[in-house]
C-alpha cells in the first residue's frame, strides 16, 4: 500500500482525507494501516484502493509479485483484461498438457 501511495505522489494524511477520515488524524490512521499495525474495515480498505487507483484485493496481496499482477490488470480496459486472462489461461493449458 506504501508504495503505491508513494508512486502515486500521494501523502498519508490526502489519501486518509480522501477517504473521510478527519484530517488531524489521517496521517496517523494511514501510517497504522501502512505499517500492519490495524487493519482497516473493508468498506474504508475499499474506499483506500479506490483512492489508490487498485483493486481491492491488491491491498491483502501477500506476494509483490501478485499484487503487481493485479494492479496491471486493474488498469487495463475490460476488453484488454479479458484478453489477457484468455491468453494466459491458454497458455497454461498447453503448457499442462506438454
Not at 30 to 47: D, F, K, M, W
Not at 48 to 62: G, K, Q, V
Not at 66 to 88: G, M, P, Q, W
Request: aromatic share 4%.
Amino acid at each position: 500500500m506504501r508504495d503505491l501511495r508513494e508512486q502515486l505522489g500521494l501523502s498519508q494524511e490526502r489519501v486518509g482525507v480522501a477517504i473521510g477520515i478527519d484530517e488531524s488524524s489521517s496521517r496517523a490512521r494511514i501510517s497504522r494501516y501502512e505499517l500492519g499495525i490495524h487493519e482497516p474495515p473493508v468498506q474504508t480498505a475499499r474506499l483506500i484502493a479506490e483512492a489508490l487507483e487498485a483493486p481491492l484485493p491488491y491491498l491483502y496481496c501477500e506476494e509483490d509479485d501478485v499484487a503487481k499482477l493485479l494492479l496491471a490488470l486493474h488498469r487495463l480496459s475490460t476488453e484488454s483484461r479479458i484478453r489477457k486472462v484468455d491468453e494466459f489461461l491458454g497458455q497454461m493449458a498447453e503448457s499442462g498438457n506438454r
